[in-house]
């Protein structure tokens, strides 16, 4: 289950998973629902593999989303399908998407960075991941 809530002139991503896995899926595609208006459109049809080193999850999943958003800034990458590889030292993903077409995607938000303010992931009691991240837009 992935939300959104406001905060100040920011906009929050809460994710709610049963895996770790899932929660870096989701979140991934919880930042390309903010960037254009219907990810629904974005065909996976091209891969780029994405390698993190980072120990720190939480901080992992801040890297994950901010390399996303770099390759949507560098790039126009836009994503609609991942897999992914947790390790102990980061993760290998495979973001399936194509570069963003201003016609077929109109844009929603223009995401400025992922940030550390109120970054949170946990594991919580009932088994569920919890993940919260501020987005400044």
Known sequence: ?????????????????????????????????LITEKIIDVKPIQSVPIQLKQKDRDLLLFDWLNQLLYLFETQHWLFSRFEIILSVDGLEAVAYGEPCDSQRHPPSHEVKAITYHQLKLEHQSDGDWLAEVIVDI
């Open 1 to 33: 289950m992935r939300e959104y809530f406001e905060h100040t002139a920011d906009i929050g991503i809460r994710v709610i998973c049963p895996t770790l896995q899932d929660i870096f899926v989701e979140a991934g595609l919880a930042l390309f629902e």
